[in-house]
């Protein structure tokens, strides 16, 4: 509503003492004296004698607002009694906190009508339509894993408290939402805490996923329908306890334990589930399902004794269309052996899509008199990549073990092999060098430098003081003399730093190695073993003569191994490895023919070197992966191992030019070139 004040350019209505009731205000400027309080200054109270929170707060900032008004108020004056006079403020805003209160009322996210109204609990005549809530389409309920493991898990009342306000609060802040966050119902079921919350709120908390609370991670995701049964029984109704009996009964007629097989096949014929009323209504299992799979979480408490005591679960003619709807058995029982699917309602492989990285340890699966087998006879191949175990599929053997172990063992990752050096000299020059330059280091180093380095020549050392050592030489002298020098650039992250250790010429490179620690390497000759060398040509080096704009060709030269040093103050003698490597190239005219371009010394615990494996016999390293090629095409295509060998033949083993003939020939197989249809 406009201010009430005179109309812009209209004459002042008033006193001109009108303008001067604001200057008693906090914000008025006083001429100088005493002045009278004026009237209109005291506080106005309404008609029931409470204080009146629109009044004029002061009338000079209230009259300079009436001036910028455009509208006049025609209300006669009978009218406004109750309003604050005419060079009143406006009604004050209410503050953000207010603002906040009043739409969680507005939401209905706060009070208990609101809380009741939105599980179904109004207690009116629409509440509910049939057994669900008339609002369960905007709930969702989660499933929230990692709390028994969580260092809340001691607190009183398990730190369920604690981990719905951490959801509730992490979920506003993760989210950046002006609302707050709600959970509606909430219980610990297992290992699982369920939740029921707005569809809203439950994309919220579902970004939470992987977040740390409590000394664990958080496992969210969506679980599918209503929560399951709370296995607490002492939290539990007099009801629930009669019903979770009876179930139990039901599970106990319908479990063979010399089989270990748990027959949950056509329970819509069951006449005691029936009795029970689990089929008054929609005629699909899922309520029934959950109900069934909670009772057996409190049967087989671990994941061991589930896989010891139920090896197979057959659902056999439950009218099941989708995976989705008995999504909790891959939840109870992941690591089922055999599961039996027949006679149900399956389409196509959409229906199964949920269980595709879920029973992973499937072995026997069984699909018959399912619309699928006619839909798409080409669901067995997409299957048995599904599930890389499966050895029968509705009644045909689809693999052989040996070929799952032999996939098994192609997919486990192997060490990297060591080999040995690989020395590849030129006219004996590298291991000249190589037993000329290691003597020399430990016995006169300035000799060394003279002889092989040139004004041209870099040195740099990196040191590693933080790889692994082993336990007999755990205790270490310190790196005080090398780490000065040291150019890790792990560590050394500045170019500045970097350029000015990476040292150039005889004179520098003399000085860096004076101020080292002595060493003493293994004898070449007595102590090979304790030695790895690597050599290799290279090309394109510079040309000291300058003749060559190609460059010229030199050598590169790697050497791991070990060295004794001792430390110049405490002259604590300490054993560590080194790697070194040098690049060599032709000398300079009238120079030694022979010079170092680069050196690069890396020094770092000691290790002793890696045991070194004999390379394999090539034929048996052929032979077995042309076997391994055999199994893969025979899971791809179908083939027999016979026809699978003749088709990598003709591709000269190259398995993708297999697979493209395969498709090209595929119509002209013949039957027996099959062991399954693919």
């Given amino acids: 509503m406009a201010p009430s004040g005179p109309r812009k350019g209209s004459a002042p209505s008033g006193p001109r003492n009108n303008r001067g009731s604001a200057a008693s205000g906090t914000k008025g400027v006083s001429r100088g004296g005493i002045s009278k309080r004026r009237g209109n200054n005291a506080a106005r109270v309404d008609r029931d004698g409470d204080l009146d929170m629109d009044a004029p707060a002061g009338g000079n900032r209230s009259s300079r607002k009436a001036k910028r008004g455009d509208h006049h108020d025609p ?29 969680r009322v507005i939401t209905g996210t706060t ?15 629409r509440a509910y339509k049939g057994n669900h809530p008339i609002n369960a389409s905007d709930s969702v309920v989660l499933q929230v894993q990692g709390l028994n493991s969580s260092k809340a898990a001691n607190n009183e009342g398990g730190g369920l408290k604690e981990l719905l306000t951490f959801l509730e609060r992490k979920g506003q802040t993760v989210g950046k939402t002006a609302r707050p966050i709600r959970i509606k119902k909430s219980h610990i079921n297992g290992d699982f805490v369920y939740i029921t919350t707005s569809k809203e709120d439950g994309e919220e ?28 029984e002492s939290a539990m109704s007099s009801s629930a306890l009669e019903l979770k009996e009876r179930l139990r009964s039901v599970l106990s007629t319908r479990y063979d334990t010399s089989t270990k097989l748990l027959n949950l096949s056509a329970l819509g014929e069951d006449p005691l589930l029936n009795q029970m009323g689990f089929f008054s209504g929609a005629s699909k299992p899922e309520k029934l399902f959950r109900a069934l799979m909670a009772v057996c979480d409190g049967l087989f408490k671990t994941a061991q004794e589930k896989r010891d005591h139920v090896v197979s679960i057959s659902l056999a003619g439950n009218n099941v269309d989708d995976v989705l709807q008995v999504m909790s058995l891959a939840e109870t029982f992941p690591d089922l052996l055999n599961l039996d699917l027949s006679r149900n309602q399956f389409k196509d492989l959409r229906g199964l899509q949920k269980w595709r990285y879920r029973l992973r340890k499937l072995e026997t699966l069984l699909l018959n008199d399912n619309p699928i087998e006619i839909a798409n006879p080409e669901y067995k191949a997409e299957l048995m990549t599904w599930f890389p175990r499966l050895l029968n599929l509705s009644g045909i053997q689809v693999r052989t073990p040996e070929q799952i172990a032999a996939m098994e063992a192609a997919s486990r990752p192997t060490p990297i092999p060591q080999h040995g050096p690989d020395f590849r000299d030129i006219n004996g020059i590298g291991e000249a060098f190589i037993r000329e330059f290691i ?36 205790q270490q002298a310190g790196w005080g003399a090398y780490i000065k020098f040291s150019r890790n650039h792990v560590k050394i992250t500045h170019t500045s730093t970097r350029i000015q250790r990476l040292l150039a010429g005889t004179n520098v490179i003399q000085s860096v190695w004076q101020q080292l620690p002595p060493t003493r390497h293994p004898d070449l000759a007595s102590e090979f073993n304790k030695y790895i060398v690597d050599c290799h040509p290279v090309h394109g080096l510079s040309d000291p003569t300058g003749q060559s704009p190609a460059g010229v060709d030199g050598m590169i030269i790697t050497i791991h191994g070990e060295f004794d040093d001792q430390e110049p103050v405490t002259l604590k003698t300490s054993k560590r490895s080194f790697s070194r490597t040098f690049v060599l190239g ?45 199994i893969e095409l025979c899971s791809r295509t179908g083939m027999t191992p016979e026809y699978s060998k003749l088709c990598l033949d003709g591709a000269n083993w190259n398995f993708d030019q297999a697979l493209v003939s395969f498709n090209e020939k595929r119509a002209q197989l013949p039957a027996e070139a099959f062991a399954t249809m693919p």
């Fill in 75 to 103: 209300a006669p004056e009978a009218q406004r009694s109750n309003r604050p006079a005419a060079n009143g403020s406006r009604a004050p805003r209410p503050t953000v906190r207010a603002q906040q209160i009043l739409q």
């Fill in 111 to 125: 009070g208990s009508l609101s809380s009741r109204l939105a599980s179904g609990m109004s207690g009116g005549p």
């Fill in 205 to 232: 908390i579902l970004k939470l996923n992987g977040f740390s609370f409590a000394g664990t991670t958080l496992a969210i995701t969506e679980a599918p329908g209503e929560l399951p049964l709370p296995t607490n």
């Fill in 439 to 474: 003597p020399m280091y430990d016995a006169d180093r300035s000799s060394l430098a003279g002889k092989y380095y040139d004004n041209e020549s870099t040195f740099s050392i990196a040191v590693n003081n933080v790889s692994s050592r082993q336990s007999a030489h755990a």
């Fill in 586 to 630: 032709p000398g300079a005219p009238g120079r030694n023919p022979i010079r170092v371009i680069s050196d690069m010394l890396s020094v770092r615990a000691f290790n002793p070197l890696p045991t070194l494996i004999p390379d394999p016999a090539p034929q048996a390293n052929t032979d077995v992966q042309q076997q391994q090629m055999v």
